[in-house]
């Protein structure tokens, strides 16, 4: 007999070898209908699976979130099967559950299309309304790869030649049409639902290698309920309408270009931007005893050796070397990934004394690292970004303190942004690292009690949690993840503990008692890439900046050419009052003006005529808003420098 432990506490001796489905049609009618599988030890697992041994066990139904996984995962099989159904011929590779949906890789002469999806959505609901078990066989390796042979399933064959020799090489069969796959999978086609979507197509190269075959990617998206796709739906409309290329374009922010891929073309706009959120970033740190430095760009291989990124990053790094014809030394330079090595130069440059801890260097470094074209996003994914990075060099002593002031710090700037929903993640260790265990588990120890106070101090405004294995090479960190105004998540904020790389490169301070000690390194980024950061504002403002960060604040719009030196005028108050204004004279129609400007999100449009020159007065328009006010220069001056106060300023 094996003893089953389920969630509510409650125990039951079964015969061993007992399925899951056993166990549920034991306890009730209901609940044996209601299954769809089973959670096995905490990993998911199919209904009909015997269970061998002890084990805690739970069963899922439909409605519970664990199946909405198993609900993609079974829709990308009928994917599958509903596209050989029509298209026959085509050869079909891998078919993973992602973020929100799935998707499916087909080989076939002529790619798919999103004309194709009408077609494949009704036969995909036709092969769900057969309501078809799922069924599990194990073949051998050999029998696997006959049965693709015969079938003309190349891709398939390569696959089974990939599964480990250890692991088993499961089927699943669903009414006939039977797919490799590891599982788990509901008990039957049926249960998929009809909240499903088929989204985008897209190439991929076979094991994404260039020298491969091309192949087709379907996306799709599956829910529980037709509610949450309908939401889903919603949701995907609202972020393109939001989309930053779109409004990077609108706005006339920036551009990409096929000779700078990776690397972005500011705009004046863009530029303004980006430099208000510098100047943000600089003003907190100042008050917070930050020291701005400036590590060079070009650093010989052997520091990012000595610091392990050769190791570690290599194929993400740019190599450079010398193309004179005259030189004459072998040196291979890396254009720097990451700012902290140069930093512990910086640290290491002169007697350091314990009296100087901790002592905090930050860096708006440029930076550069290898992405894979097909990954490249708008300002969202780039090869060249700058970093507001920082590292604290500390005593141990100090070490939790500084990690709640960098939390103090990142929580209010995501405040001014408008973030107000926060998680505070703790990465733990990954498996490939530097360092002894007990170092890991000291460094863990610590950052456990930091986010337990983190939590505490928040009034539950910050939720916090774990990313097992998520840590970088050198040391555990802190990710922290803001919400945007639609509901999305964005992991920004990081700090990292190193008790690692000081001690690679032989830095030391001198203690109290006259000995050296290595210091504790505290990796600390806010906005972390300061391009990203400034896509996901622009996504989460829908480019409705406020008014302070927004890159021309104020329009001024004539109604007719002779109000025109007035217009000069309001202008040029605006300017000395330190708004970034603008004067719109074009012999065009108000309305036509108005609507330009708006589509380029200016939050004001001061409109002048001929009344409000002779009022000296200004008639004020806001962007989304059809409601106009009158006030005169002088009020609207001082009120729009008011609004137009950083958040940082107001507060002093």
Known sequence: MITLTFPDGARRQVAAGTSAAQVAASISKSLEKKAVAAMVDGRLADLADPIAGDASLRIITRDDDAALELIRHDCAHVLAEAVQELFPGTQVTIGPVIENGFYYDFFRNQPFTPEDFPAIEKKMREIIARDKPFT??????????????????????DLVDAIPADQEIKFYDQGGWTDLCRGPHMTSTGKIGSAFKLMKVAGAYWRGDAKNPMLTRIYGTAWANDKDLAAYVTALAEAEKRDHRKLGREMDLFHFQEEGPGVVFWHAKGWTMFQQLIAYMRRRLAKLDYQEVNAPQLLDKSLWETSGHWGWYRETMFMARSAGEETDDDQIFAIKPMNCPGHVQIFKHGLRSYRELPLRLA??????????????????????????????????????????????LILSTYKDFGFEEIVVKLATRPEKRVGTDAMWD???????????????????????????????????????????????????????????????????YIGADGEKKVPVMIHRAICGSMERFLGILIEHFAGHFPLWLAPLQVIVATITSDSDPYALKVRDDLRRAGLRAEADLRNEKIN??????????????????KREMEEGAVNIRRLGSQEQKAMKLEEAVSALVAEATAPDLRRD
């Open 592 to 609: 036509y003006k108005v609507r330009e400007h708006s589509v380029a999100k200016v939050p004001v449009i001061l409109v002048v005529g």
């Open 442 to 508: 000291h460094a863990e120890e610590v950052l456990r009690r930091i986010l337990k106070q983190i939590e505490e101090e928040s009034g539950g405004r910050v939720k916090t949690g774990v990313n097992p294995g998520e840590g970088t090479f050198y040391g555990p960190k802190f990710e922290y993840v803001m919400r945007d105004a639609i509901g999305r998540d964005w992991q920004c904020g990081t700090t990292q503990v190193d008790f690692n790389l000081p001690e690679r490169f032989g830095a030391f």
């Open 136 to 157: 599990k066989s194990v073949k051998t390796r050999e029998e696997a790869k006959e049965f693709f042979r015969q079938k003309g399933e190349l891709f398939k064959v």
């Open 363 to 408: 860096e708006f470094g440029a930076v550069h690292r290898y992405e894979p074209s097909g990954a490249l996003h708008g300002l969202m994914r780039v090869r060249g970004f700058t970093q507001d990075d920082a590292h604290i060099f500390c005593t141990e002593d100090q070490m939790a303190d500084e990690c709640l002031k960098i939390n103090d």
